[in-house]
């Protein structure tokens, strides 16, 4: 022992790495003091367990998120934010997610791959968080929820710190960091639970996925600008799969949110998403969640009750015998509550319905509210008429959503 160094007996644990049960252990002993035996201890800030599991950090940095989320809830509660959604999704991406970084270089691997970006807890919690910022229920889905908040899954940025601790062990001045970096290289090939074969395997489904592989092996640096743009990309997948199908077709809540209510994608995909209009709105509480749950078919439209109450989609509020969904209840259900809502807010409709109207030949009138089965509504013409930057249309399509609240 080096000389003038003293051992806090009272602060001493003893783990033993890669033992089980029926392992027969050695009681550690200093001086006349039993060292305790623990099954977890911390090196420079990650819980690890003896048998080294990365899953028992991930669950640890659960802990520090969540205390994020609540000094967010607080420090909305202390300046009047709760009924500022923006400012809430704002705060929980620049302050609650680094709340969620910490060695993610280590333990996030495994949550890397394409079709891993929902399994871990944390990002289950960050989902939770941003439901209740809109006010939405769980049944709301995954990738929807994080377009409308303009948000992207964590693995994106644990992804970009996983490749930027990469290239920056490349450069580093300690050479047993390098050799370590080495050595893991060298097992890729042969272990498929080393550090560089989950990062490595961590590419499927890139655009370059070959070229990173190939750099990473290799040792030389991943540009990161063109990995960035492949990671968006990638994640992105969905809503080029949801392009090639039709809302009345498919009924999926990815494809309905992507054709009539998402703000449209960036054609590049380098740049993340854009949060719709009415969020940054000074709207009441109420109409502010009722837009959140018809954007996010988390409302009570028959197409969507359906599926947890049981019976029929179809509307019965009218008799045009078609499946009420958004699309029907906003332009084609002649039921009175929908029509006189409609005359309420004419200024919203009748740029959309007159030219209809007209190329029908209907007779003369001011205003009819609404259309027939053979008038035709494209899916851009939903989109562009959901994100209408219109403090009134956010109240009518609040108001829609409560008439079908009531029954």
């Known amino acids: 022992m080096r000389r003038g160094l003293t051992v806090n007996t009272s602060k001493s644990e003893v783990i033993h790495f890669n033992s089980r049960s029926c392992s027969s252990l050695p009681t550690f002993m200093y001086g006349d003091v039993v060292l305790p035996e623990k099954e977890q201890c911390k090196y420079l800030g990650t819980l690890v367990d003896k048998h080294i599991n990365l899953k028992v950090h991930e669950k640890h940095t659960v802990r520090p998120y969540m205390a994020s989320q609540q000094r967010i809830k607080e420090f909305a509660h202390e300046h009047d934010l709760k009924n500022r959604p923006h400012a809430l999704i704002w705060l929980s991406k620049v302050y609650g997610i680094p709340a969620g970084m910490y060695a993610c270089q280590v333990w996030g691997t495994e949550y890397l791959r394409e079709g891993s970006e929902f399994k871990s807890h944390l990002q289950k919690r960050q989902l939770c968080s941003l439901r209740r910022f809109l006010g939405v229920k769980s049944t709301a889905t995954n990738w929807p929820v994080l377009r409308e908040c303009g948000q992207e899954p964590l693995q994106f940025y644990w992804f970009r710190a996983t490749v930027k601790f990469f290239n920056n062990m490349l450069n580093s001045n300690s050479k047993t960091l390098c050799q370590v970096l080495k050595a893991d290289l060298h097992l890729a090939d042969m272990d498929e639970s080393c550090w560089s074969a989950h990062v490595s395997k961590s590419f499927n489904g890139m655009r370059n996925e070959e070229v990173f592989k190939r750099k990473l092996l290799s040792a030389s640096k991943i540009p990161m600008q063109d990995f960035l743009g492949d990671l968006r990309y990638r994640q992105q997948k ?122 029908a030949q209907l007779p003369n009138t001011d205003f009819v509210p609404f259309l027939a089965s053979f008038h035709v509504v494209t899916n851009l013409e939903v989109n562009a008429f959901l994100n209408q930057d219109s403090y009134r249309f956010s109240k009518s399509l609040s108001q829609l959503v409560s008439i079908f609240d009531a029954g």
């Open 238 to 359: 969905v809503w080029r799969e949801a392009d090639a199908l039709s809302p009345r077709e498919v009924n999926r809540k990815a494809v309905t949110y992507h054709h009539w209510c998402g703000v449209p994608l960036n054609q590049t995909g380098r740049t993340p998403f854009c949060i719709p209009s009415y969020l940054f709105k000074d709207l009441d509480k109420g109409v502010m969640r009722n837009v959140s749950r018809f954007r996010l078919r988390a409302h009570c439209l028959k197409v969507e009750s359906c599926k947890w109450l049981g019976g029929s989609n179809i509307c019965d509020k009218c008799g045009c015998a078609e499946v009420q969904d958004e699309k029907h209840v906003l332009f084609y259900c002649n039921c009175c509550e929908l029509c006189e809502l409609r005359r309420k807010y004419k200024d919203l409709f009748i740029d959309l319905f007159k030219p209809l109207h007209t190329f």
